[in-house]
């Protein structure tokens, strides 16, 4: 008998016993199905439930509740794990210009880990953008002024109107930081000290008036700028790598003056971070993407999705730069991104993608870091497609881009036609240098990577 072949120790199964076997393998499988779906319940429930809304507040009850903001702010605290940077004025030397790095700090100061910053850039014309989109942001705002010769007291004149005398001027004190640059040879008329003290003495708010409004007037040839008149470039890219880096805030939105953000846009977005669901992004190269849009002249900003959705729908607004560069702004998911409609005040990933493939040549505006790679400040604004390579270099990188489906940007009304944005001579001679010095420079450093293009 070999040890396979006794029986000695085993009977016959009784078919009682067979149907109580089936029996309970019958109950642990339906006890197992029942855990899983308790699980999954338990999960969706924790992530889509939101505190019901008391009256018409703004806010969802996340953030009303004070416990519960406080709650957020240290999750938030714990996840990001960032430093505080410090908002000292400095005066640096960058590149090619001088840098007052916070010539003018906010009364208010904020942990690295609880708002976001916006951070821009602009001269001293376009700074009757910095209310409107203060009024929408409500957080810190991060500006860096060229102010080349003459402008530059000019530009210190417009900040001290912000400051003392415009309606908002509470909100300005409150929030925004603004720092001046120049090239080495373009000094201001007066030493610094003088501009410094001037800033904190209480203006004369009529003459202070009219300078504000002779200074931001449209007839270019009634007050040129100094830049106008040297035939200065703009250094675009030099302005968005100081206001980014001044900003004292973990997350950045790195945008252009004239574009205006949807309202309660850093709750959600904070709400979403926090969760556990989303924390994965935290940990790859990854930034998240506002779909951006313009609306006719006469038209106001729309106030939340639902409104913009109305507008595009009339024909009243357009997706950004349709008429000079559609692929530069379509976002991934364009048509589902526009059914993708929330009546409460939380966020999602709508979806991720990279920048390569239909998505090549896209500019996308996000909210990252102060680590993104840095714009090339060799490109001007007056060359166009001066995005493009940091774009390009994301993309070798292996970043993923994030569109989120409930914020958006919108450009400050007036739709820009081809004509308004074609400047052929500078557009020709920028691109060929992106081409032929810039993408070998970045294939040194960075390697290469199928899909990507400059």
């Known amino acids: 008998m070999t040890a396979f072949g006794g029986t000695a120790n085993y ?71 960032c430093n505080t940077a410090s908002n000292g004025y400095q005066l640096e030397m960058h590149g090619d210009h001088y840098l007052l790095r916070n010539f003018y700090a906010p009364e208010r100061t904020f942990n690295c880990y609880e708002t976001i910053t916006y951070t821009t850039h602009a001269d001293y014309t376009f700074l009757d953008n910095v209310v409107p989109l203060l009024e929408r942001w409500l957080a810190p705002i991060s500006i860096a002024l060229y102010a080349p010769g003459d402008d ?12 003392d005398c415009h309606q908002k001027r509470a909100l300005v004190r409150e929030y925004v930081s603004f720092h001046l640059y120049f090239e080495f040879e373009h000094l201001p008329q007066h030493p610094l000290a003088y501009y410094r003290e001037k800033i904190t003495v209480p203006q004369d708010c009529s003459n202070a008036t009219i300078a504000w409004n002779t200074l931001l007037s449209q007839d270019d040839d009634l007050t040129p700028t100094f830049r106008a008149l040297n035939n200065l470039t703009y250094p675009v890219n030099v302005g968005r790598n100081v206001a980014r880096s001044s900003a004292v ?65 009339r024909g009243d607004a357009i997706k950004f730069h ?7 702004h379509t976002v991934p998911g364009y048509a589902e991104w526009l059914t993708a409609i929330k009546y409460d005040l939380t966020m999602d990933i709508h ?25 090339d400040e060799r490109l001007s604004w007056e060359g166009k497609a001066d995005k493009m390579t940091q774009g390009y270099i994301m993309c070798i990188m292996g970043y993923d881009f994030h569109v989120l489906d409930n914020g958006f940007l919108v450009h400050r009304p007036g739709i820009k036609t081809m004509a308004q ?19 070998h420079e970045i294939a040194a450093l960075y390697g290469q990577r199928e899909g990507c293009k400059i």
């Not at 779906?37 to 924790?46: A, I, N, Q």
């Not at 349709?322 to 692929?327: A, D």
């Not at 993608?353 to 909210?367: F, H, L, M």
Request: overall charge neutral; proline content about 8%.
């Open 249 to 313: 805030t973990h997350f950045v939105l790195a945008s252009d003056i004239e574009l205006y953000p949807s309202p309660n846009f850093i709750p959600m977005f904070l709400r979403m971070i926090a969760h556990p669901f989303y924390q994965y992004t935290l940990h790859s190269p990854s930034v998240y993407v506002l779909p951006v849009f313009e609306v006719a002249e006469d038209v106001p900003v729309p106030g939340d999705k639902s409104q913009l959705l109305e507008l595009l729908e």
């Open 322 to 328: 349709l008429n000079i560069c559609s692929n530069c």
């Open 152 to 163: 530059f007291g000019r530009s210190v004149a417009l900040i001290q109107y912000l400051l």
């Open 11 to 81: 009977r016959p199964l009784h078919p009682n016993d067979a149907e109580m076997i089936a029996r309970r393998s019958t109950v642990l499988r339906t006890v197992l199905l029942l855990v899983i779906v308790f699980f999954v319940l338990f999960c969706l429930f924790g992530y889509y439930y939101q505190p019901a809304e008391e009256g018409n507040s703004a806010r969802n009850q996340y953030l009303a509740d004070g416990a519960s903001h406080e709650a957020l702010l240290r999750r938030l605290k714990t996840i990001l794990n």
């Open 351 to 375: 979806v991720t993608s990279k920048r390569e493939g239909a998505y090549a040549s896209w500019e996308p505006i996000y909210v990252g870091t102060k680590h993104e790679p840095e714009y």
């Open 421 to 439: 944005a074609n400047r052929p001579p500078q557009q020709a001679k920028q691109r060929s240098f992106m081409r032929k010095t810039i993408a």
